[in-house]
């Protein structure tokens, strides 16, 4: 069993930030769990994570604090956002220049630069009685992410993470599917659902579900979808799944931040508060990549 740490509020992001867009943006992602962006009325239940799809989200825990949701994309990897990955490690290094290194932390570059390799905790199975307490856990290993930066457009279509999980929990929670992208208009046009641990939910059982909100616009790059899913604190990185025609839901995105964001609910979608999520298309291939070269290794 693990508990679930630093739930009770919004964790202290030690990013170094050089210009004032930079700054502005991190206010966007990381305002306190208080605020939330919630249009009309909060869809959101709490329910029992027995069941398909629910059971494979989890959360990523970092210095000992969520710092996100993540949910499994295979037997031994799962899914998050760069933000996530790498709280306390993320660096700003101009307001063009992507952050990270990708192909591991060369001599004299500082280690807290993200990086292939670096480590954190996956957390899954919600206790059904006891908040907050997870029945199973396991280092999760950052093996591909994207050319993130928060300060532009495009740089914002790079906030995922793919981790490689010490122990493969996707054999007994299983794995969401991921809807291959198929044309150059990737808003997606059915019901929507978000899976997800919010910090305010701490005190509660289950995992927090919303089913049957929409995707609003798409852009300004490809990429980044605006939707009017409920949005908060803790939501990061968790997945954002659309009903198929076959009655199947898949992963079409991952929840990445709210604009604006305000304590009261809004009493209609308003683009100036929007919630966004990082559509597929921008790490399917990279996913289908590492999922092939895990399926290519003995078991």
Not at 110 to 127: K, T
Not at 139 to 162: C, E, L
């Amino acid at each position: 069993m693990s508990a679930r740490p630093g739930s009770e509020c919004a964790p202290v992001y030690a990013w170094r930030v050089l210009g004032l867009p930079v700054v502005l943006l991190c206010m966007v992602l990381f305002a306190g769990a208080a605020a939330a962006n919630v249009f009309v009325a909060d869809r959101r239940a709490y329910r029992p994570a027995d069941q398909p799809l629910l059971r494979s989200v989890g959360i990523v825990v970092n210095a000992g604090r969520q710092v996100g949701s993540a949910f499994l994309v295979g037997e031994c990897h799962a899914v998050t956002t760069f933000h996530s990955a790498f709280f306390r490690d993320a660096r700003a290094t101009s307001s063009e220049e992507p952050i990270g290194v990708p192909n591991g932390v060369p001599n004299g570059v500082p280690d807290d630069v993200p990086h292939r390799g670096h480590a954190l905790a996956f957390h899954i199975g919600p206790d059904p009685e006891r908040p907050g307490v997870f029945r199973h856990r396991s280092v999760a290993r950052v093996v591909d992410f994207g050319n993130y930066h928060p300060a532009a457009p495009r740089g914002m279509t790079g906030d995922w993470a793919i981790l490689q999980l010490d122990d493969c929990l996707g054999r007994e929670y299983g794995f969401l599917p991921t809807l291959r992208p198929t044309s150059a208009d990737y808003l997606p046009q059915g019901p929507l659902m978000t899976i997800s641990f919010p910090y305010s939910g701490g005190k509660r059982v289950g995992v927090a579900v919303e089913e049957g909100c929409r995707a609003r616009d798409s852009g300004p790059v490809i990429g980044l979808i605006a939707v009017d899913c409920a949005f908060e604190a803790g939501m990061s990185g968790g997945p954002v799944l659309e009903k198929q025609g076959d009655g199947q839901w898949r992963v079409v995105g991952i929840m990445q931040l709210r604009f604006s964001p305000v304590k009261r609910v809004l009493p209609a979608f308003e683009y100036r508060h929007r919630n966004q999520m990082v559509h597929a298309v921008a790490f399917f291939r990279a996913l289908e990549r590492v999922l092939a070269q895990r399926a290519g290794r003995p078991h």
